[in-house]
T-cell receptor
């Protein structure tokens, strides 16, 4: 089976940097994904890490350490519109390529 | 152009009824999924469907049945609805061969069972 842990809530101010951690336990591992979901909206893909290290996409970066079964999403220059839920997810190693999601981290950005 | 669409957006029904949710994707993806998101925002895979291979999450009651008339459509039929089925249901799609397995989600269907 697979399980993921991430903090339930994080609060930060505009312009700040915030890091959302994710630890996972899996029977097999392909990679770690991150999704963003605004209230009332659909999850949208942010990033994917298959190898150790940092992947940068604009203000967002994602990090993975396979040996530690750990990853994080780093959001820089926070904006009000970044207030949303952020989910880490791992992919099943079987043919289904199903994703198992963490319980989500609600990020609130304050002015 | 809408990539993944679902209908209806809202569905209110009584216990015991049977209902269907439709999903269509125009991305040319070969894999489609159904997720259930509960009131605590926990997002759980229910089914994935790839090239006529159906993978069912073992915790899904057999009252739920996916039906795929073709590669672009994956509908969800629910029999004998129960109060606990109230949730938001998301359809998603991806290109199976893609290592990133980036999934594109539909807007969701909010199901309320009274």
């Amino acid at each position: 089976g697979q399980s993921l842990e991430q903090p339930s809530e994080v609060t930060a101010v505009e312009g700040a940097i915030v890091q959302i951690n994710c630890t996972y336990q899996t029977s097999g591992f392909y990679g770690l994904s991150w999704y963003q979901q605004h209230d009332g909206g659909a999850p949208t893909f942010l990033s994917y890490n298959a190898l150790d290290g940092l992947e940068e996409t604009g203000r967002f970066s994602s990090f993975l350490s396979r040996s530690d079964s750990y990853g994080y999403l780093l959001l820089q220059e926070l904006q009000m519109k970044d207030s949303a839920s952020y989910f880490c997810a791992v992919r099943d190693t079987g043919s289904a390529r199903q994703l198992t999601f963490g319980s989500g981290t609600q990020l609130t950005v304050l002015p | 152009d809408t990539a993944v669409s679902q209908t209806p957006k809202y569905l209110v029904t009584q216990m015991g009824n049977d209902k269907s949710i439709k999903c269509e994707q125009n991305l040319g993806h070969d894999t489609m999924y159904w997720y259930k998101q509960d009131s605590k925002k926990f997002l759980k895979i229910m089914f994935s469907y790839n090239n006529k291979e159906l993978i069912i999450n073992e915790t899904v009651p057999n009252r739920f049945s996916p039906k795929s008339p073709d590669k672009a459509h994956l509908n969800l039929h629910i029999n004998s609805l129960e109060l606990g089925d109230s949730a938001v249901y998301f359809c998603a799609s991806s290109q199976g061969r893609s290592l990133r397995n980036e999934q594109y989600f539909g807007p969701g269907t909010r199901l309320t069972v009274t």
